[in-house]
């Protein structure tokens, strides 16, 4: 599996895991950069199979519509985020002062329970991490030492926000922290906004002044 990022506003990171053999492709968190996502799948020849959001907010999930129907791959999402998700007409209208009116996929299936996928060279995990919201989940990808955590981690020592949105939990984000960080050291975490880290660097920072 090899990883390519896309960077939106605020630092927001949409990832493409792609199969190295298969060129199967899962998109992850697509909140803005459509064009340029699409672009990329046609150029390098890419195959979408699926779009999986770590949570609903709009940072994530804006530009699902335009890929699904620019690909027709469905839209995965937990359902404790299925309301995020039917604000997010309201939510980008109320930031861009009525400039944009952003709908989100149509297509949407959603989960409530850690399970695993598999698309021929792609397999992954989905582990559950409430806490910023109550639907945000991790994709763990073992045999790539990789996971995908949204706003679970923010590198260096940091987390996504919890004390000013709606349907966040401060212990639920503990303990989705602390699931992270037990996975293995050498886990590379691919944050939601800004650059990597390591399980093994974060771990330092959170064990010793948090947890
Ligand atoms: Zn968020």
Request: aromatic letters at 12%.
């Amino acid at each position: 599996m090899r990883v390519t990022r896309f960077r939106g506003g605020n630092q927001a990171n949409c990832y493409l895991a792609i199969g190295e053999k298969s060129k199967k492709t899962v998109i992850i968190d697509p909140g803005y950069n459509g064009d340029s996502i699409f672009k990329t799948l046609q150029e390098q020849q890419l195959e979408p199979v699926a779009i999986f959001a770590t949570h609903g907010h709009f940072d994530q999930v804006m530009a699902s519509k335009q890929i699904q129907e620019a690909t027709g791959v469905p839209f995965y999402i937990h359902k404790g985020d299925k309301e995020l998700l039917n604000e997010l007409p309201k939510i980008t209208r109320s930031f861009s002062g009525d400039l944009m009116n952003v709908h989100p996929a149509q297509n949407v299936i959603y989960f409530d329970k850690e399970q695993e996928f598999e698309f021929d060279d792609l397999f992954f995990e989905i582990i559950l991490t409430p806490g910023h919201t109550l639907g945000s989940v991790s994709y763990y990808w073992p045999h790539a030492n990789s996971v995908f955590c949204g706003d679970v981690l923010q590198a260096p020592g940091g987390c996504g926000r919890i004390m000013d949105w709606n349907f966040s939990s401060t212990l639920a984000m503990l303990s989705s922290i602390n699931r992270i960080l037990g996975l293995p050291f050498q886990t590379v975490v691919y944050c939601g906004h800004g650059k990597r880290t390591t399980v093994a660097k974060e771990a330092i920072f959170w064990k010793r002044e948090y947890l």
